[in-house]
């Protein structure tokens, strides 16, 4: 490869890793799954949001439930059997588990919606310059200037949210997790990212 060739992949590089530190990530900051949990399989699964925008909580409930599908275990979104009027009480929800035949449920709670200003300090990079005819020697000087990038302060947006597996046989809880969204880009990016996770982690402790 080129020395210009070079310059330019680094600066490039440089410029994808800038906008991506700005994307949403979520993350599993803590788990915890019953290790004596000896059950047969789950099977079918009623999916609970304690979300007060009733689209976001439907729209988790079935993402969820879609989610169970890929992995052969039956999905149920609980606005499907539970009707919205009054919103879910535990009677409700006792009854949509006998109604569903569900050995499990899952309740998601939003737990909060947090703001924090932070100061991005300044930063100095080279910039490569194409075009110099110097020859090899005088490439180098030529080929870069310094620039600068001023600080700034810009405001984080961080969900968390909090999920409990019951067991519906023996109503104990079997699983439970808490995750932070950090700048999520949409209530539709939180949703899948937190699902994937949620049902990776449960696979990994061995309960799906």
């Known amino acids: 490869m080129s020395l210009k060739r070079m310059m330019q992949s680094v600066f490039i590089l440089s410029l994808i890793a800038f906008f991506l530190s700005g994307c949403s990530t979520t993350k599993l900051v803590t788990s915890w799954s019953d290790p004596n949990f000896n059950e047969l399989p789950i099977q079918k699964v ?4 304690v979300i007060k925008n009733d689209l976001n909580r439907r729209a988790y409930e079935s993402h969820f439930a ?5 992995q052969g275990i039956a999905g149920i979104a609980a606005h499907q059997v539970i009707s919205d009027s009054g ?18 449920a899952i309740i998601a709670r939003l737990a909060d919606v947090e703001k924090k200003e932070r100061y991005v300090p300044p930063t100095y990079e080279y910039e490569p310059v194409f075009g110099y005819g110097h020859g090899f020697y005088g490439y180098y000087g030529m080929s870069t200037r310094y620039v600068s990038m001023p600080g700034y302060t810009t ?5 968390k949210l909090e999920t409990i597996v019951f067991s519906t046989r023996s109503e104990k809880m079997i699983w439970a997790g808490a995750t932070r969204s950090f700048n999520p880009s949409s209530a539709t990016s939180v949703i899948k990212e937190n699902t994937q996770i949620i049902i990776n982690d449960m696979k990994e402790s061995g309960l799906l």
């Open 46 to 49: 009623l999916i609970v949001g």
């Open 66 to 70: 879609e989610q169970l599908e890929k």
């Open 87 to 104: 919103g879910y009480t535990e009677e409700k929800i006792r009854s949509a588990v006998q109604k569903a035949g569900a050995d499990a």
């Open 155 to 159: 405001t984080d947006t961080i969900v």
